[in-house]
């Protein structure tokens, strides 16, 4: 079987493009003029495709190369009848290049003048586009009143195979757009009438190839000569020589993301996998749209990348990243009837983290009470004597308090890990869980230690509510050193609340029930107040851990303690 050099073509005016994609492996065997690889310039993508059938040996370019005419893109082990002429090494670009030197250069009819009317007004029209029919318009970069710069896009169209910008010729504003979305167009199709217009280049004028071309092929269209080249050594006129795109039908690759050019390049430059990102464009066309609101739910932690879930097991849903079973996979309308509804931004968001949180930390919950039937007598009757004050008082603002003295006697649980580090923070910032109808948000109540009972209780009812409201900002739900989670208005007696990482530690508060107490002589009633503490253990012995609920227990059962 014999070798054959599958090389770039004829590819018009373009010095270099880049490969953006690899249609082919080694070992897969190709037909005759199957698309081998993606190339792009900034305004147009097209597909090589190989002149002959084989089995791919080599492949010799790699992602990001730039290629030109005459480069080396695949060796094949020619197959049966293929084999011929057309096999031979180099044959393509032989091909291409008497093709080209055969026919006028592309360039020239392409930078022919606009045409002025009477009126001033100057009219764009499609440019020649070589053998392409009624391609479609799949997006337009301007709208009436634009200033159009010359060699601004106006829109991209589509075939089948390639796809390509159409700029235009003159410079002014943007009067009539003759063309929309999903219109079909070809050469000398009116697209735009511009005002105020200057002429093109100074070499437009001398450029007009004949008359005919001089009144439909008005604009400058680099995209005509970006159209996928021909590989075929009968190129028989200019146009086809220029523009036939030189693909089998049904020979395109399943699966590869279908976007325009410049969505392409605007997905490279931010650095977006584009065939992770879903298509809204007509027939699941990725539109720029979809590429910032991919980028944004990544930021915002909505949504991971595939590299990032590979990297980031405690992210992974399936648990296949930590080694796991994968999550089963169950028909619950096999069982009965269900209903399907998406989870909300904030639950999502806030399942991640709590996910990371719970698996990568080694977190240990200590429950115990604390006797507070001193301290809710105190409260109530501090309401009853700020009545018209309209602050309310809680039990979760002296809880917060008493967990800032509990935090200056033992620091580490002001900390955070940073590598083998440990970061004390000299404030006392305390975030608190609130329920809110869109999921659980942590406002933040900073300097607790600067700040008296009435004054945190006023603003957690404030921040509260804005949670409640949608409406806190990321400030006021970051910088926490130590966070409570209350339950207490709700119910229950214990739970394992999740340490919201970086910090290291977080109380739970459960409701407060009166109980039988022994004094030493007998079974008292006491307003006793059930705790959960979950420390991280790399950073908190479970001794500190006790030591720091009997401290809090202390604080709680006689606030006095706070003064001395
Ligand atoms: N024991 C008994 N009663 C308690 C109590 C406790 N530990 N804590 C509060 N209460 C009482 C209050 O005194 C109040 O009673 P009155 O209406 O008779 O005055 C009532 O419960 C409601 O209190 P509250 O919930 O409005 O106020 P709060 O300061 O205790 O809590 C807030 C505020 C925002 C933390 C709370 O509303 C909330 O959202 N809690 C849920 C937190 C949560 O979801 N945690 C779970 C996180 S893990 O998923």
């Excluded at 993606?38 to 992602?63: F, Q, Y």
């Excluded at 970006?226 to 050594?233: F, H, Q, W």
């Excluded at 709590?354 to 301290?375: C, E, G, Q, S, Y």
Aim: charged letters at 20%.
């Amino acid at each position: 079987m014999a070798l054959v050099e599958v090389k770039v073509p004829d590819i018009g005016d373009f010095d270099e493009v880049a490969v953006i994609e690899l249609l082919v492996k080694v070992g897969d065997t190709v037909k005759a003029e199957q698309s081998l690889i993606t190339v792009e310039s900034d305004k147009a993508s097209m597909e090589i495709p190989s002149s002959t059938a084989g089995v791919v040996k080599e492949l010799k370019v790699a992602l990001g190369d730039k290629v030109k005419e005459g480069s080396l893109v695949v060796v094949l082990e020619a197959q049966g009848a293929a084999a011929p002429a057309a096999a031979a090494p180099a044959a393509p670009a032989v091909s291409a290049a008497a093709a080209s030197s055969a026919a006028p250069t592309p360039a020239p009819v392409a930078s022919a003048a606009p045409v002025a009317a009477a009126t001033g007004s100057i009219e764009i029209h499609v440019p020649d586009i070589g053998d392409f029919k009624d391609v479609a318009v799949i997006e337009v970069f301007v709208k009436p009143g634009d200033a159009i710069k010359v060699e601004q896009s106006l829109i991209t169209v589509e075939s089948d195979k390639a796809s390509m910008e159409i700029p235009s010729s003159a410079a002014g504003v943007l009067k009539e757009l003759k063309v929309k979305v999903g219109d079909t167009v070809n050469i000398g199709d009116l697209l735009a009438v511009l005002e105020g217009a200057v002429a093109a280049t100074a070499a437009a004028s001398t450029a007009v190839a004949s008359s005919a071309a001089a009144s439909v092929a008005t604009s400058a269209p680099s995209a005509a000569n970006l159209v996928a080249p021909s590989a075929s050594a009968s190129a028989p006129s200019a146009v086809a020589a220029v523009a036939t795109p030189a693909h089998a039908p049904g020979s395109a690759p399943v699966g590869l993301p279908h976007a325009s050019p410049s969505v392409r390049k605007f997905a490279r430059e931010l650095g977006v996998p584009l065939d992770e990102v879903k298509g809204n464009g007509p027939k699941g066309r990725i539109t720029q749209d979809d590429v910032q609101a991919f980028t944004k739910a990544v930021m915002s932690g909505a949504a991971q990348t595939k590299a990032q879930a590979a990297k980031a097991p405690a992210g992974a849903a399936d648990g296949a990243g930590l080694g796991l079973i994968p999550w089963p996979k169950v028909d619950f309308a096999k069982f009965g009837p269900i209903e399907r509804k998406e989870m909300g931004r904030i639950k999502k968001i806030s399942g991640a983290n709590l996910l990371r949180n719970a698996v990568m930390i080694p977190a240990v919950t200590n429950h115990d009470d604390a006797d507070i039937t001193d301290l809710e007598a105190f409260r109530v009757s501090t309401n009853k004597e700020n009545e018209k004050s309209g602050v309310k008082v809680t039990m979760l603002a002296f809880l917060i308090k008493a967990c800032v003295a509990a935090l200056k006697k033992y620091p580490e649980f002001n900390s955070s890990l940073d590598g083998d580090a440990l970061v004390y923070k000299n404030y006392w910032h305390i975030g608190f869980a609130a329920d809110t109808p869109n999921g659980l948000m942590v406002p933040v109540i900073r300097d607790c230690d600067k700040k008296g009972v009435l004054q945190i209780s006023q603003e957690m009812s404030e921040l509260a509510k804005k949670a409640r409201d949608g409406k806190l900002g990321p400030a006021e739900m970051s910088g926490a050193t130590f966070t409570i989670s209350s339950l207490g208005g709700i119910g229950g007696k214990y739970f394992t609340p999740i340490i919201n990482a970086p910090e290291v530690a977080i109380l739970g508060v459960c409701k407060s029930t009166m109980e039988p107490v022994w004094d030493g002589k007998q079974f008292v009633p006491r307003l006793m107040l059930p705790l959960s503490l979950t420390w991280d253990h790399r950073v908190i012995d479970g001794a500190a851990a006790a030591r720091f609920n009997a401290f809090l227990g202390q604080i709680l059962s006689d606030f006095r303690r706070l003064l001395l």
